[in-house]
Protein backbone atom coordinates (compact mmCIF):
# COMPACT_ATOMS: atom_id res chain seq x y z
CA UNK A 1 0.00 0.00 0.00
CA UNK A 2 0.94 3.61 -0.67
CA UNK A 3 1.78 5.56 2.02
CA UNK A 4 2.16 9.50 2.50
CA UNK A 5 3.32 11.64 4.78
CA UNK A 6 3.29 15.58 5.45
CA UNK A 7 5.07 17.40 7.45
CA UNK A 8 6.20 21.32 7.82
CA UNK A 9 2.80 23.05 8.97
CA UNK A 10 3.00 25.26 11.41
CA UNK A 11 2.22 28.96 12.63
CA UNK A 12 3.19 32.03 11.02
CA UNK A 13 2.41 35.66 10.31
CA UNK A 14 0.79 37.03 7.68
CA UNK A 15 3.69 37.63 5.04
CA UNK A 16 6.11 35.06 6.35
CA UNK A 17 6.96 31.21 4.44
CA UNK A 18 6.83 27.81 5.26
CA UNK A 19 7.90 24.78 3.17
CA UNK A 20 5.86 21.87 3.38
CA UNK A 21 7.58 18.23 2.87
CA UNK A 22 5.82 14.68 2.10
CA UNK A 23 7.11 11.31 2.19
CA UNK A 24 5.63 8.73 -0.39
CA UNK A 25 6.50 5.27 0.49
CA UNK A 26 6.52 3.49 -3.02
CA UNK A 27 8.79 1.44 -4.86
CA UNK A 28 8.50 3.53 -8.00
CA UNK A 29 8.17 6.71 -7.16
CA UNK A 30 8.84 8.62 -10.45
CA UNK A 31 5.88 6.72 -12.21
CA UNK A 32 3.42 8.78 -9.53
CA UNK A 33 2.22 12.57 -10.27
CA UNK A 34 1.52 14.47 -6.82
CA UNK A 35 -0.99 16.91 -6.02
CA UNK A 36 -1.43 19.42 -2.59
CA UNK A 37 -4.95 20.11 -1.49
CA UNK A 38 -6.32 21.92 1.01
CA UNK A 39 -9.09 22.36 3.06
CA UNK A 40 -10.41 24.79 5.41
CA UNK A 41 -13.69 25.23 7.37
CA UNK A 42 -16.40 25.84 5.79
CA UNK A 43 -14.62 25.59 2.54
CA UNK A 44 -14.81 22.51 -0.08
CA UNK A 45 -11.28 20.74 -0.79
CA UNK A 46 -9.11 22.73 -2.89
CA UNK A 47 -6.11 21.63 -5.45
CA UNK A 48 -3.37 24.32 -4.35
CA UNK A 49 -0.42 22.65 -6.68
CA UNK A 50 0.68 19.48 -8.63
CA UNK A 51 3.68 17.86 -10.65
CA UNK A 52 3.63 15.22 -12.87
CA UNK A 53 5.82 11.98 -12.46
CA UNK A 54 8.45 13.41 -14.18
CA UNK A 55 8.69 17.13 -12.85
CA UNK A 56 8.39 18.27 -15.95
CA UNK A 57 4.90 19.96 -15.43
CA UNK A 58 3.50 21.72 -12.81
CA UNK A 59 -0.02 23.44 -12.06
CA UNK A 60 -0.77 26.26 -9.18
CA UNK A 61 -4.34 27.55 -8.76
CA UNK A 62 -4.73 31.44 -9.20
CA UNK A 63 -5.15 32.37 -5.24
CA UNK A 64 -1.28 31.08 -4.89
CA UNK A 65 0.37 31.47 -8.02
CA UNK A 66 3.49 33.14 -8.12
CA UNK A 67 3.53 32.56 -4.04
CA UNK A 68 3.82 29.09 -4.07
CA UNK A 69 6.75 26.67 -5.79
CA UNK A 70 6.21 22.76 -5.94
CA UNK A 71 9.23 20.73 -6.66
CA UNK A 72 10.29 16.86 -6.27
CA UNK A 73 13.12 14.79 -5.91
CA UNK A 74 12.68 11.27 -7.29
CA UNK A 75 15.45 10.27 -5.88
CA UNK A 76 14.78 10.71 -1.99
CA UNK A 77 10.94 9.92 -2.57
CA UNK A 78 9.86 13.87 -1.91
CA UNK A 79 7.71 16.29 -3.11
CA UNK A 80 7.96 19.62 -1.02
CA UNK A 81 5.56 23.16 -1.47
CA UNK A 82 7.64 26.13 -1.24
CA UNK A 83 5.00 28.88 0.62
CA UNK A 84 5.67 32.33 0.41
CA UNK A 85 3.98 35.89 1.19
CA UNK A 86 1.19 33.71 2.82
CA UNK A 87 -1.86 35.33 3.72
CA UNK A 88 -5.21 34.48 6.79
CA UNK A 89 -6.62 32.79 3.40
CA UNK A 90 -4.02 30.35 2.94
CA UNK A 91 -4.97 29.19 6.63
CA UNK A 92 -5.85 25.28 6.18
CA UNK A 93 -5.30 21.17 6.83
CA UNK A 94 -2.61 20.75 3.82
CA UNK A 95 -2.80 16.79 2.24
CA UNK A 96 -0.64 15.63 0.27
CA UNK A 97 -1.89 12.68 -2.71
CA UNK A 98 -0.64 10.71 -5.14
CA UNK A 99 -1.50 8.77 -8.44
CA UNK A 100 0.00 6.23 -10.19
CA UNK A 101 0.39 6.86 -14.25
CA UNK A 102 1.78 5.10 -17.00
CA UNK A 103 4.79 6.24 -18.92
CA UNK A 104 2.44 7.79 -21.98
CA UNK A 105 1.27 10.25 -19.16
CA UNK A 106 4.89 11.09 -17.02
CA UNK A 107 4.75 14.65 -18.13
CA UNK A 108 0.38 15.15 -17.70
CA UNK A 109 -0.66 17.13 -14.45
CA UNK A 110 -3.99 16.14 -12.68
CA UNK A 111 -5.46 19.32 -11.23
CA UNK A 112 -8.72 17.48 -9.65
CA UNK A 113 -9.03 15.02 -6.67
CA UNK A 114 -10.91 12.51 -8.23
CA UNK A 115 -7.79 11.58 -10.38
CA UNK A 116 -6.17 10.28 -7.01
CA UNK A 117 -5.77 7.51 -5.35
CA UNK A 118 -3.70 7.84 -2.23
CA UNK A 119 -3.94 10.16 0.21
CA UNK A 120 -1.73 11.15 3.53
CA UNK A 121 -2.81 12.56 6.87
CA UNK A 122 -2.68 16.55 6.11
CA UNK A 123 -0.54 18.94 8.34
CA UNK A 124 -2.14 22.22 9.73
CA UNK A 125 -1.00 25.56 8.11
CA UNK A 126 -2.13 28.58 10.42
CA UNK A 127 -1.42 32.15 9.20
CA UNK A 128 -2.26 34.74 11.64
CA UNK A 129 -0.92 37.69 13.19
Not at 29 to 37: K, M, N
Not at 46 to 54: H, L, R
Not at 109 to 114: N, T
Amino acid sequence: EVQLQAFGGGLVQPGGSLRLACAVSVGDFDSYAVGWFRQSPGKEREGVSCISSSGISTYYADSVKGRFTISRDNAKNMVYLQMNSLKPEDTAVYYCTTKRVTSAYFDRIYRHDYYYDYWGQGTQVTVSS
